[in-house]
């Protein structure tokens, strides 16, 4: 395949996928590949077909992992009924539900809602793997805030990265770090609340820094996950990780363990990307007793 055709295959898919996101959301509705392909300039079957080549499954398969993952999340961290998550996922019936989520995860959806520490999750999630104990030391990084999608943060890495250039640092040599707050059970694929940030020393002094703030992020141990993969998907490697932390008893259930934190293989692009290494890590929140 030509490299501009693929380049081609790439910046259609990347499109595609925040609309994938939203019907993710919004689960009721059926896909409608019509609207995918009036979104990323393509004809249906041209976009069914470089989907399934590039991705390596149907986009209703893709789009039904996605929610199966959501669902799990919300049986674990959420008050909602069954059969209001079901449907929400796209199934019109309790038995259709645990049927898929049989399937997928080979546990019953009613045993992950009632008993989480006594049901096997597995490893790898939508677009992660290799759950693993992690430890983050403390750091103190210089951070601007970002208010939108996680996908749409370009605006504020390009500004960190001019900021680095300016002060004669290297990005491709700097730490790219993130920090993200809300919930995506409520916000997925929408505004959500991230800083983004690099470590720096103790003398740094952000007061003259447009806009630039200082925090300290504090050590702590829990659980982390490889992600490869869109940016908007992030989210669906941070929930995998939640599930798994209260079924290994790690995390009370009463609330979803938030922030969770980024750290990024390389200094993300001032262009958005379709894929990106990324380790996600999650600190719980101590079990009551």
């Given at each position: 395949?030509?490299?501009d055709?693929?380049?081609?295959?790439?910046e259609?898919?990347?499109?595609?996928?925040?609309?994938?996101?939203?019907?993710?959301?919004?689960?009721?509705?059926?896909?409608?590949?019509?609207?995918?392909?009036?979104?990323?300039?393509?004809?249906?079957?041209?976009?069914?077909?470089?989907?399934?080549?590039?991705?390596?499954?149907?986009?209703?398969?893709?789009?039904r992992r996605?929610?199966?993952?959501?669902?799990?999340?919300?049986?674990?961290?959420?008050?909602?009924?069954i059969?209001?998550?079901a449907?929400?996922?796209?199934?019109n019936?309790?038995?259709?539900?645990?049927?898929?989520?049989?399937s997928?995860?080979?546990?019953?959806?009613?045993?992950?809602?009632?008993?989480?520490q006594?049901t096997?999750?597995?490893?790898?999630?939508?677009?992660?793997?290799?759950?693993?104990?992690?430890?983050?030391?403390?750091?103190?990084?210089?951070?601007?805030?970002?208010?939108?999608?996680?996908?749409?943060?370009?605006?504020?890495?390009?500004?960190?990265?001019?900021w680095?250039?300016?002060?004669?640092?290297?990005?491709?040599?700097s730490?790219?770090?993130?920090?993200?707050?809300d919930?995506?059970?409520?916000?997925?694929?929408?505004?959500?609340?991230?800083?983004?940030?690099?470590?720096?020393?103790?003398?740094?002094?952000?007061?003259?820094?447009?806009?630039?703030?200082?925090?300290?992020?504090?050590a702590?141990?829990?659980?982390?996950?490889?992600?490869?993969?869109?940016?908007?998907?992030?989210?669906?490697?941070?929930?995998?990780?939640?599930?798994?932390?209260?079924?290994?008893g790690?995390?009370?259930?009463?609330?979803?363990?938030?922030?969770?934190?980024?750290?990024f293989?390389?200094?993300?692009?001032?262009h958005?990307?379709?894929?990106v290494?990324?380790?996600v890590?999650?600190?719980?929140?101590?079990?009551?007793?």
């Amino acid at each position: 395949m030509k490299i501009d055709t693929l380049s081609s295959h790439d910046e259609r898919l990347r499109r595609a996928i925040p609309h994938i996101v939203a019907q993710v959301r919004d689960g009721e509705a059926a896909v409608s590949l019509e609207e995918l392909a009036m979104a990323t300039n393509t004809s249906p079957d041209y976009l069914r077909r470089v989907f399934r080549h590039q991705v390596g499954e149907p986009i209703h398969r893709y789009v039904r992992r996605l929610r199966l993952s959501l669902a799990a999340y919300r049986l674990v961290y959420g008050d909602r009924t069954i059969i209001d998550i079901a449907v929400s996922a796209g199934y019109n019936s309790h038995a259709a539900f645990t049927r898929a989520f049989r399937s997928a995860y080979g546990i019953c959806p009613t045993d992950l809602r009632t008993n989480p520490q006594n049901t096997a999750w597995p490893t790898a999630g939508a677009a992660g793997s290799d759950i693993r104990p992690a430890a983050i030391p403390q750091r103190r990084v210089a951070f601007y805030s970002h208010l939108g999608p996680i996908d749409s943060a370009d605006t504020a890495w390009e500004r960190l990265r001019g900021w680095l250039t300016t002060h004669g640092h290297c990005p491709a040599r700097s730490k790219a770090l993130g920090v993200s707050y809300d919930d995506p059970d409520f916000f997925i694929g929408a505004r959500t609340r991230h800083d983004i940030c690099v470590p720096v020393s103790d003398r740094f002094d952000p007061q003259t820094r447009d806009g630039m703030g200082v925090q300290v992020v504090p050590a702590s141990t829990g659980l982390a996950m490889r992600h490869v993969g869109p940016p908007e998907l992030i989210p669906f490697t941070y929930m995998h990780l939640a599930v798994s932390a209260a079924t290994k008893g790690m995390q009370r259930t009463e609330r979803p363990p938030l922030p969770y934190y980024l750290e990024f293989s390389s200094f993300p692009s001032a262009h958005p990307e379709r894929q990106v290494a990324v380790d996600v890590y999650l600190m719980p929140h101590t079990r009551r007793n």
